[in-house]
C-alpha cells in the first residue's frame, strides 16, 4: 500500500530532538518516481544513519527515574554496551522489509523485556540444564539506551533467493541479494533492570551477564551481532547519582517541615558551616532575635536555636566566655530565653 502523504514534504532527516521511530516507520520518503511500488531502501537507510539523538537531558530523566523505581522496588539494575551491532525486531512490517523496535515515547531503540526474558530462558537450559522456569517470578523491565544514540546501516546477502521463494533447487550460483537493514553500532550502552526476591538476584546478575556476553541478544546472533560487556563503572556512577538524589530529597523534606525561621537559620550555614553561621550570628540572627516586631515565640525559638548552636560548637565559650565580645553575645541570648 502506497501513503497518501505527498512524500515531498517529509525532511530527509529528522532533527536530533524529533521522535526517530516514528519517523522512521511512518514516513518513508524514498519511493521510486517511475515505480510506486518500488522503495529505495539504500537511500532510506542512509538517510537515518544521519540521525543523531543528543537530547542528553531526555535521556537522563528516562534513566534517573528507572533507577529510583528499581532501588525502590528493591531489584537491581545493570549497565552493558554493545560490543558489536545489535538489532531486534527484523520481522515487523516496514518498506525496508526489515523493521526495528522503537520506544513509543522517546522514539529510541530499547530491546522489550520480553526479548529479555526469552533470552534468560534459552540461556538457562543452554547453560544451567535447570528445567525449573525461575522467569516466571521475575519483573523484567525493557533495556533502555544511555547516553546519545547514533545508527548505522547493515547489509545482509543472502543467496538462496529463488530456493525460498520460487522452490528451485539450492545452488551457489544464485546471485547475493543485498538488503539493507538498520543496527545499533558497537559502543551503545543499555540499562538493564530486573526485580525478583532478593536471594535470587546475585544467581540472575550472573545469569544476565553470562547470556550477554556468551549468547547474545537479538537477532542475528549467529553472526556474532547482540554481543554486550558489563560497565560496572558506569553502574556505580547511576548509584552515587541516586544516592545525591535521595539526599536531596530528604532534605527537601525536611526543610519543608521546618518553620520559616528555623528554614533560615539552616540556609545561613547552622549546621554544616560554623564559620558562616558565627558571622551570621554576629550581623544577623543577635538583632532579629531581638526584634520587638517579631512575635515573642520567634525570638524565644531563634534565642533557644542560638544556645543549642553554642553548646555544640563552642560549648566552653557557652560557660565561660574568654573574651568580652562572646559574653556580650551569650549575655544577649540569656536574657531573651
Known amino acids: 500500500m502506497i501513503p497518501m502523504y505527498p512524500h ?16 522512521y516507520d511512518k514516513f518513508c520518503n524514498q519511493w521510486s518516481e517511475d515505480n510506486l511500488w ?32 528499581i532501588q525502590s522496588l528493591g531489584g537491581r539494575f545493570w549497565v552493558f554496551e554493545t560490543l558489536s551491532p545489535f538489532v531486534t525486531g527484523l520481522g515487523r512490517t516496514h518498506p525496508v522489509e526489515n523493521g526495528m523496535v522503537w520506544d513509543y515515547l522517546s522514539g529510541l531503540p530499547f530491546i522489550p523485556g520480553s526479548s529479555i ?15 525449573y522456569d525461575i522467569t516466571e517470578r521475575f519483573t523484567i523491565f525493557d533495556a533502555i539506551p544511555l547516553g546519545s544514540v547514533t545508527l548505522r546501516g547493515e547489509i545482509m546477502t543472502p543467496h538462496y ?3 525460498y521463494q520460487k522452490q528451485e533447487s ?7 541479494t543485498p538488503i539493507p537493514f538498520l543496527t545499533v553500532p558497537k559502543g551503545q550502552r543499555f540499562l538493564f533492570s530486573i526485580v525478583a526476591p532478593s536471594e535470587h538476584l546475585n544467581r540472575i546478575e550472573e545469569w544476565l551477564e553470562e547470556t550477554l556476553t556468551w549468547a547474545g541478544l537479538g537477532a542475528k546472533t549467529a553472526v556474532a551481532f547482540g ?15 541516586f544516592e545525591e538524589t535521595l539526599a536531596q ?7 519543608q517541615s521546618l518553620s520559616p525561621v528555623e528554614q533560615e537559620l539552616l540556609a545561613d550555614g547552622y549546621h554544616d558551616n560554623s564559620d558562616r553561621f558565627m558571622q551570621a ?9 531581638e526584634d520587638v516586631t517579631l512575635p515573642e515565640d520567634d525570638r524565644i525559638l531563634i534565642a533557644q536555636k542560638l544556645k543549642d548552636w553554642y553548646l555544640k560548637n563552642k560549648n566552653q565559650e557557652w560557660n565561660k566566655p574568654k573574651n568580652k565580645k562572646n559574653q556580650q553575645k551569650i549575655a544577649r541570648i540569656k536574657k531573651v530565653l
Not at 515531498?8 to 516514528?22: C, H, M, R, V, Y
Open 8 to 23: 515531498k514534504d517529509i525532511p530527509n532527516a529528522p532533527t536530533s530532538q524529533a521522535n526517530f521511530g516514528l519517523w
Open 38 to 69: 518500488s522503495f529505495k531502501k539504500k537511500e532510506w537507510i542512509e538517510q537515518a544513519e544521519s540521525f543523531r539523538f543528543n537530547d542528553r537531558d531526555i535521556v537522563h530523566e528516562f534513566v534517573s527515574r528507572r533507577v529510583q523505581m
Open 117 to 131: 526474558k526469552g533470552a534468560l530462558k534459552a540461556s538457562n537450559r543452554q547453560y544451567f540444564e535447570n528445567h
Open 161 to 163: 533467493a529463488p530456493y
Open 170 to 176: 539450492p545452488g551457489d550460483w544464485f546471485s547475493p
Open 227 to 241: 554481543r554486550f560487556r558489563r560497565i560496572q563503572a558506569e553502574e556505580q556512577r547511576l548509584i552515587r547519582e
Open 249 to 255: 530529597k530528604r532534605q527537601a523534606e525536611q526543610m
Open 281 to 289: 550570628l554576629t550581623q544577623k540572627w543577635l538583632d532579629k532575635m
